[in-house]
């Protein structure tokens, strides 16, 4: 519990656009190895649920460099988790806010999102490409974004079409031509699959 809260992977921060609670969730800081889903359920009901239980409040998601072998939870942590929520807290849920979705994770949602979570949450997701359209919903001044959001947003820049999935999201050199001896292609219009 002391490694979730070290890392700030779940914080309560500032309000979004409708004076609501925010809680911001940063993927990419959570230690999927190392944390039991039981060991993450008791850090949620004694620290994050409480503050809750109240009032509207809306969740962003950072999703931004979350990979599959080394900080993502797996499908049953997700579904143990929002099983662990309590009523009320589900009831006061308005908005999730879903930061740099990359296209696995938005097929999930799309496929599997509204057979493992209930009660409309699905409904609820928004997909947010770019920090400045999250800024539509949240009070900026009132949200610490990590750098390497930032950065990744600056990429997107570069290459508008991974914001579709049509372009993987392997790292790139950009400002001089590509040598003819580099492994690293300037332009790349590889599928994710």
């Not at 308005?94 to 930061?99: N, P, R, S």
């Not at 928004?126 to 009070?139: A, G």
């Amino acid at each position: 519990m002391k490694v979730i809260e070290k890392l700030e992977v779940f914080k309560i921060q500032g309000r979004d656009k409708h004076g609501r609670k925010v809680l911001r969730i940063i993927g990419n800081s959570f230690p999927a190895r190392s944390v039991s889903k039981e060991a993450l359920n008791e850090y949620l009901r004694e620290n994050i649920f409480p503050s809750l239980e109240e009032k509207p409040f809306s969740i962003v998601y950072v999703h931004t460099d979350v990979h599959r072998s080394e900080n993502f939870p797996g499908i049953s942590t997700l579904r143990s988790i929002y099983d662990a929520i309590p009523e009320n807290v589900k009831n006061n849920l308005e908005a999730v806010h879903f930061v740099h979705p990359g296209l696995q994770a938005r097929l999930f949602l799309a496929t599997f999102g509204r057979l493992l979570f209930t009660g409309g949450l699905y409904k609820k997701v928004n997909y947010v490409t770019r920090l400045e359209f999250l800024w539509d919903q949240v009070r900026r001044n009132e949200m610490e974004i990590p750098e390497f959001v930032y950065d990744h947003d600056e990429e997107l820049e570069f290459r508008p079409m991974m914001d579709y999935g049509i372009e993987s999201d392997h790292p790139r050199v950009y400002g001089a031509p590509p040598a003819m001896d580099s492994s690293v292609s300037m332009y790349s219009m590889r599928c994710i699959a």
